[in-house]
Structure formats: C-alpha cells, structure tokens
C-alpha cells in the first residue's frame, strides 16, 4: 500500500502517456485513408473525362449526293467517311448506275459534291424523234463508239428507241422501258446478255407469234402510230391528219409524203408498217 501511495502517481502519469500517443497514431491512421481515396477517385475522374474530349474532335462535314442514287440529297457525316458508306446511306445505287469511273473507296470532305452517271439515256419515240449528236452531248464521258440506238418493241410498258451503252444488259434496257407488261413473254429472253451490236429487240406476248405485229397506218390511233421508230405523238397525228384529208394510204410508201417523214424515217418503219 505504501508503495501504491508513494508511486500512485507516477504510474497514472505512464499509463495517461500511453494512452496519448495511441490516440494519436490512430487519429493520423484514419487520415491517410481519404487522403488515398481521394487521390485515386481524381485519377480516374481525369481518365474518364479525357475520353470524351478526343470523340469530341471527330469533324462532321456535309457531302452532297446526286445523279443514280436513291435518295439524292445532302448527308452530314463525320470527315473521312468512305464514299460507299455515303452512298449507301442515300439508298444505294439504281440498277442503271455506272460507277465504274468512280473510286468508292475515297474519304469524303467537306463541300464534296458526287455525280454517280447513268449507264444508259433514253430518247424514245413516244415524244422526240431520236437525235444522236443532241443526246450524247449531254452525257459525261460518252463517246459514239460506245453507244448504240435499240429500237425496243412489243410487250414492254413504254416502246420506242433508246439510246444505251453497248454494255448495258437487256434487263437494264426493259427497266428503261417501264418494265414488261402482264402478256410479256419472257421465257426466250436472256436478260443478262448485253446489247452488243443488237438494233432491235422485241419482247414477244405469251399468245403472240413472238414477230412484232405490223402496225396498219390506216387505221392505227395515235399510241399505236407513236411506237413507230421516229415517229412520236407529233408525227403520228401527222400521219392521222394525212389519212382524214387525202383517204387512206395506198402503198406503205405513200407516207412519205407525211410532213416529217423522210427517207431516212420511212426506212426505219417500213419493217413494222402495212396498209
């Protein structure tokens, strides 16, 4: 008891000591834990907002799309884009596009404006007499020697002669023309052979003879006078203006006299005519 008296005190000052620096060191141990935590919460706080700011740099351009597409028009696409991404988003191609000039897989800019030619220009009889030095002067590239006049008849929608590549196929040809009728035979018909040298082309009807039937100028109407090679609505209500001032024709030549008909016409016709 004595020595508890005597030493009481120092003991209490030992133990209060300890006590204080167990405090602390536990105190300074809680304090590194936020430290860390929040030096790892920022790193990756910096990380995942420095993604966004490189997609942010990706450019969008306007690319502007016309002639054998679908849907021709202007498109917003980011800068370097493949042309043939483009073109697709416009619909694609049509059958009739000649793309073969065109290299698809360039990057696209800004302003880029793209013409995707035709394969093929018409000029059928229904309207104008066929001009070869007026059509292919509107067509890009087009050359004579590469371009051949069909003259296309029977069961298809519209009849008449069409100006086309040597290259382009039948099917393309039938396209042109409004596609076949519901009486179309089509079962002599390759469509995937090419023109050629190929002047004229008739699509037979399943009860016809597979010949083009002959066209009586006597007593034909207008549309069926506006099938003729050259002929057209004009000069086919020539040719019934004709009949209803002079009486019926008495040889196939005699149309000749027809204001519009010349030689050059009358040879073209004389095939698909009687009286």
């Known amino acids: 008891m004595n020595i508890l008296k005597r030493y009481g005190g120092f003991f209490l000052l030992v133990i209060s000591i300890f006590l204080m620096i167990g405090t602390n060191v536990l105190f300074q141990s809680r304090e590194d834990v936020p430290f860390t935590t929040s030096s790892t919460t920022n790193t990756s706080t910096n990380s995942s907002q420095a993604k966004p ?31 043939f991404e483009v073109i697709q988003l416009a619909g694609g191609q049509k059958s009739t596009a000649d793309s073969s000039s065109i290299n698809l897989s360039i990057p696209v800019y800004d302003t880029m404006v793209v013409v995707i030619p035709s394969l093929v220009k018409v000029t059928t009889t229904s309207n104008v007499t066929p001009s070869t030095n007026s059509t292919t ?30 290259t382009t196929t039948i099917a393309q040809l039938i396209a042109l023309a409004g596609g076949v009728t519901t009486r179309a035979d089509m079962s002599k018909i390759d469509g995937s052979k090419t023109i050629g040298l190929v002047t004229s082309i008739h699509i037979p009807s399943l009860s016809g003879s597979g010949l083009p039937p002959l066209i009586n100028i006597n007593s034909a109407n207008l549309e069926e006078l506006a ?19 002079h009486g019926p024709f008495d040889t196939i030549e005699e149309i000749k006299n027809v204001s519009g008909i010349k030689e050059a016409v009358y040879e073209k016709i004389k095939g698909f005519i009687t009286v």
């Not at 969008?60 to 370097?80: A, C, D, N």
């Not at 371009?147 to 069409?162: A, D, K, N, R, W």
């Open 227 to 245: 099938t003729l090679p050259g002929i057209g609505y004009i000069i086919g209500q020539r040719i019934i203006d004709y009949r209803s001032e």
């Open 137 to 166: 002067s509107s067509i890009i590239g087009a050359t004579t020697s590469g371009m051949i006049t069909v003259l296309l008849t029977g069961e298809v929608q519209i009849p008449g002669s069409y100006q086309v590549y040597k």
């Open 53 to 83: 700011a490189s997609t942010s740099t990706s450019k969008k351009v306007y690319v502007e799309i016309k002639g054998e597409v679908r849907f021709p028009g202007v498109y917003y696409v980011v800068e370097g884009t493949r042309l």
